[in-house]
């Protein structure tokens, strides 16, 4: 057989490969695509409480530091008041079970009542908010499984299901909804909130904010 044939030959090889390949990749994709709606528009999500001062004066004893935890109103720290000659001090409660991940004060800090001092989640009730295009909402459903693929434990899934659909658009969420002040309107396609608990707690840490790709279970498959 000559070089130039034996190429040929070559280049034919690996050109049916490449097709052989592609075949089974695109029936692999239609079969996933048939029977999940996949996204990695989702998120580790949760309650986010903010631990605010009960009343006006000087925060003193003060342990709300980043990554200490609290039993439901168990003290944060206190808030010390001047009323005339005598000084009383009033507690900063926990509002739940809860870790703290920001703190916006220290001991000594005088501070108005209702001012924001730390932001908290309960690391133990996080889930997972998935963003569903609207054009695909009307396949999902309260109680679908759903596959939880988190970026962070690359070599894991976790599994969990919907237990809530959000009743509008993320743009309607927003703080400030967008809107069309002009002619030249670009239709968007938006995007709708979707609550997927864990049906396992997962043992690995996780934290408010993981990149997650979300594989929901189309009912009937």
């Not at 808030?79 to 000594?108: F, H, K, L, M, R």
């Not at 108005?112 to 996080?126: H, I, Q, R, V, W």
């Not at 759903?146 to 969990?160: E, L, R, S």
Request: overall charge negative.
């Amino acid at each position: 057989m000559s070089m130039k044939k034996g190429v040929a030959r070559g280049l034919q090889i690996g050109g049916g490969v490449v097709v052989v390949a592609a075949i089974v990749f695109g029936g692999m994709y239609w079969n996933h695509t048939r029977q999940y709606i996949s996204t990695d528009d989702a998120y580790i999500d949760g309650r986010q409480y903010t631990i605010s001062s009960p009343v006006s004066g000087k925060v003193v004893d003060w342990q709300g530091t980043v990554g200490a935890t609290f039993a439901p109103n168990s003290p944060v720290g206190e808030v010390e008041e001047q009323s005339g000659d005598s000084t009383s001090t009033v507690p900063i409660p926990a509002p739940a079970d809860v870790s703290i991940i920001q703190q916006d004060t220290a001991d000594n800090e005088f501070v108005a009542a209702g001012t924001p001092l730390a932001y908290a989640y309960d690391m133990n009730k996080l889930w997972v908010t998935v963003n569903v295009k609207e054009t695909l909402i009307h396949e999902v459903h309260v109680g679908q499984p759903v596959d939880i693929d988190i970026d962070a434990y690359p070599n894991q899934t976790f599994h969990g299901t919907v237990a809530r659909i959000g009743l509008a658009t993320g743009s309607t969420l927003s703080m400030v909804p967008s809107t069309s002040n002009n002619a030249n309107f670009t239709k968007v396609t938006q995007i709708v909130p979707v609550k997927v608990t864990f049906t396992t707690y997962p043992t690995e840490p996780i934290v408010p904010g993981f990149d997650v790709t979300a594989h929901i279970k189309k009912t009937g498959n």
